[in-house]
């Protein structure tokens, strides 16, 4: 019986976001396109289309003679991930007030997740908040119904979590949990400004709470493991 061979990059793709977002994947880490071909049952040129996609989103970076890797985010880099963030989330908050007002959302999904991220910040199982985390941003740009605003946000998301990653401040304060429920409950209230300023002190807060005076060392392995 023949193998099928998988025929879809965004499937490629979608594996390296979820290892970003899972901490399995570090910023410096390089991949290997026979490695996915062998693990995941791609053709070698679908792997190239989704690390291209990768590489043209800002995740990977490419070098001649050397490959890809994940990217690396400096700070400035990172400023400006937070800063398109903030243009994106904002036009999100507008939306899902006024679907809110018009009684057209379904907050189930958010309220899960709220519930998700109590359980982790009190367990103190760091790893999996910043995953449910980043869910919650992406669940919120879905509940707007717009593919293009989900499709602007999503490689911001991963690369807010490398950023994490490389200048992480253990002695942050910084709770997302508290700042996500405050910011749904502005939502609920149908209180547009106060709902724009949450997502917005919420975002600033995430760029205070890293700590750029980090000299973290590059990880320049080489990995393929993802499960």
């Known amino acids: 019986m023949s193998i099928r061979i998988k025929q879809n990059p965004e499937e490629v793709v979608d594996l390296v976001f979820e290892a970003i977002l899972k901490n399995r994947l570090k910023p410096g880490v390089k991949l290997s396109e026979i490695s996915f071909q062998e693990e995941f049952g791609y053709s070698r040129s679908v792997v190239r289309q989704g690390f291209d996609k990768l590489v043209d989103s800002g995740l990977l ?7 890809v890797s994940v990217a690396y985010p400096t700070e400035d880099e990172t400023k400006k991930i937070y800063e398109a963030r903030m243009a994106i989330e904002g036009s999100v908050i507008n939306i899902l007030v006024e679907k809110h007002q018009q009684n057209e959302l379904d907050f189930s999904v958010i309220d899960s997740l709220i519930l998700k991220e109590k359980g982790h910040h009190e367990a103190k199982e760091f790893d999996e908040l910043i995953g449910i985390s980043c869910h919650f941003h992406m669940s919120l740009a879905e509940l ?3 593919k293009f605003i989900v499709n602007s946000l999503k490689p911001l998301i991963p690369l807010s979590t490398l950023a994490a990653t490389v200048y992480s401040d253990p002695n942050s304060s910084f709770c997302s949990f508290a700042e996500h429920y405050e910011l749904i409950d502005a939502v609920k209230s149908n209180d547009l400004k106060k709902a724009s300023k949450s997502m917005s002190r919420h975002l600033e807060h ?3 709470s890293l700590d750029f005076s980090n000299k973290v060392i590059k990880n320049n392995s080489h990995s393929h493991i993802f499960n």
Do not use: R
């Not at 970076?61 to 490959?67: L, P």
């Open 144 to 146: 707007c119904g717009n």
């Open 61 to 67: 970076i490419y070098k001649k003679n050397q490959g």
């Open 206 to 208: 995430c760029v205070e």
